[in-house]
């Protein structure tokens, strides 16, 4: 089946880049001239995807505006004979179609994706955590699509990770069956002591609809909140699930150090950019 529509969890606080999020949605932090979100809105028009719906909540209306048309702005930037900033203006608003759903209360990654059960009609659909970045020459999502049309099934993006690194993560368990692919086994979210594997998950997501009734028969996990891949586990006792190790290097923007290195490594990519970021960070004499 046709996978057409993504799911965007953007409710969270943001308490990790308090202050700076008190009155800005995280998802609109620039990495480089772009807010966060945006990298992961391209990723997902680039891989095909037609409709994306973004989980909001209180304080998130810049992200609507974001991804609107600007009358004003755009008859300034026309005015003033700015093509290529009206060109890309353009292109931000007219990248996909979006739909937004607000989450009432914040009951955790699992309850945001629950919330979507209506708008997304019983069909597979993608899911993308805006705080992982990937930097790809063939877009995560794109790759993971290529694994859900061999598999038709649930297929969840890893990566491996140092072992004392897996308390951040939900960590997987999996019978390798191809090249970068597993057939997961077990699933734990954050796990203090033994994680199952190295594998851990990063946040792009095929999901299957049956997920949805498996998220209704799960109750509040780590954090208290209602996790993600405690329904997946519950899933895999009906379903095949597979994990895939993406090719691409991933950012956790979420992250203040990963939100730093984000930003160099896309600004060194930057033409304009390169070469006096180059100089200065030579200049730091680290
Ligand atoms: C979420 C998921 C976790 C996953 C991570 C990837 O956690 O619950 O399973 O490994 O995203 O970024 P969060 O980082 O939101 O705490």
């Given at each position: 089946?046709?996978?057409?529509?993504a799911?965007?969890?953007a409710?969270?606080?943001?308490?990790?880049?308090?202050?700076?999020?008190?009155?800005i949605?995280?998802?609109?932090l620039?990495l480089v001239d772009?807010?966060?979100?945006?990298?992961?809105?391209?990723?997902?028009k680039?891989?095909?995807?037609?409709?994306?719906?973004?989980?909001?909540?209180?304080?998130?209306?810049?992200?609507?505006d974001?991804?609107d048309?600007?009358f004003?702005?755009?008859?300034l930037?026309?005015?003033?004979?700015?093509?290529?900033l009206?060109?890309?203006?353009?292109e931000v608003?007219?990248?996909?179609?979006?739909?937004?759903t607000r989450?009432k209360?914040?009951l955790g990654?699992?309850?945001?994706?629950?919330?979507?059960?209506?708008?997304?009609n019983d069909e597979?659909?993608a899911v993308?955590?805006?705080?992982?970045?990937i930097?790809?020459?063939?877009p995560?999502?794109?790759?993971?699509?290529d694994v859900?049309?061999?598999?038709?099934?649930?297929?969840?993006?890893?990566?491996?990770v140092?072992?004392?690194?897996a308390?951040?993560y939900?960590m997987?368990?999996?019978e390798k069956v191809?090249?970068?692919v597993?057939?997961?086994?077990d699933?734990?979210?954050?796990?203090?002591?033994n994680p199952?594997?190295?594998?851990?998950?990063?946040?792009?997501y095929?999901?299957?609809p049956?997920?949805?009734?498996a998220?209704?028969?799960?109750?509040?996990?780590?954090?208290?909140?209602?996790?993600?891949t405690?329904?997946l586990?519950t899933?895999?006792?009906?379903?095949?699930?597979?994990?895939?190790?993406?090719e691409g290097?991933?950012?956790?923007?979420?992250?203040?150090?990963?939100?730093?290195?984000?930003?160099?490594?896309?600004?060194l990519?930057?033409?304009?950019l390169?070469?006096?970021?180059k100089r200065?960070?030579k200049?730091l004499k680290?």
């Amino acid at each position: 089946m046709h996978i057409k529509k993504a799911v965007f969890p953007a409710a969270g606080f943001g308490t990790r880049f308090l202050p700076a999020t008190k009155a800005i949605p995280k998802e609109m932090l620039p990495l480089v001239d772009k807010p966060l979100i945006q990298y992961a809105v391209e990723e997902a028009k680039l891989s095909g995807l037609e409709e994306i719906i973004i989980v909001t909540g209180m304080g998130k209306t810049a992200i609507e505006d974001h991804f609107d048309t600007s009358f004003e702005l755009e008859i300034l930037l026309k005015e003033r004979g700015k093509k290529e900033l009206l060109k890309m203006m353009e292109e931000v608003s007219g990248l996909v179609h979006f739909a937004y759903t607000r989450q009432k209360k914040p009951l955790g990654l699992g309850h945001a994706i629950g919330i979507t059960k209506n708008l997304i009609n019983d069909e597979p659909f993608a899911v993308f955590l805006g705080d992982d970045i990937i930097d790809a020459k063939v877009p995560a999502m794109k790759q993971m699509l290529d694994v859900y049309a061999r598999h038709k099934s649930s297929v969840l993006a890893v990566q491996r990770v140092a072992r004392s690194q897996a308390h951040k993560y939900g960590m997987i368990k999996g019978e390798k069956v191809g090249p970068r692919v597993w057939r997961v086994t077990d699933l734990v979210e954050k796990p203090k002591l033994n994680p199952p594997s190295d594998l851990a998950i990063i946040g792009r997501y095929i999901l299957t609809p049956g997920i949805f009734s498996a998220l209704e028969r799960t109750t509040p996990g780590s954090g208290g909140e209602i996790q993600l891949t405690d329904a997946l586990k519950t899933l895999a006792k009906d379903e095949e699930i597979y994990a895939y190790e993406f090719e691409g290097r991933r950012y956790d923007a979420g992250d203040k150090l990963g939100f730093i290195q984000a930003n160099i490594s896309f600004a060194l990519k930057r033409p304009e950019l390169k070469k006096e970021l180059k100089r200065f960070l030579k200049s730091l004499k680290l």
